[in-house]
């Protein structure tokens, strides 16, 4: 399984971003997929999973900021992110859950700019 994130960049107090995800190997529509992201001396934190029913959750951080979305029959996840905040900032990482196992990929920095 192999996970490819991308759509990061510096962006505004304010601004928009959509991160993408692209999953290969895997049997996607069955797995559970998440949006994680760790900040500079932080420790990684959940920011926003579907499962396969296409149930999200959010962290309460992001709550109405942030859309989790994922394609019914192809293989990306998406993480639409408005009115970004500098405490934002941070290396967002894509992981999937699949058959008791877990893959995390390569991770996109977003950068917030106040």
């Known amino acids: 399984v192999q996970l490819q994130a991308s759509g990061g960049g510096l962006v505004q107090a304010g601004g928009s971003l959509r991160l993408s995800c692209v999953a290969s190997g895997t049997a996607f529509s069955s797995s559970a997929i998440g949006w994680f992201r760790q900040a500079p001396g932080k420790q990684r934190e959940l920011v926003a999973t579907?499962?396969?029913?296409?149930?999200?959750n959010y962290a309460d951080s992001v709550k109405g900021r942030f859309t989790i979305s994922r394609e019914r029959y192809g293989n990306k996840v998406y993480l639409q992110m408005i009115n970004l905040k500098p405490e934002d900032t941070a290396v967002y990482y894509c992981?999937?859950?699949?058959?008791?196992?877990?893959?995390w990929g390569q991770g996109t920095q977003v950068t917030v700019s106040s």
């Open positions: 579907i499962n396969r029913g296409s149930s999200t």
């Open positions: 992981r999937l859950n699949e058959g008791g196992r877990t893959y």
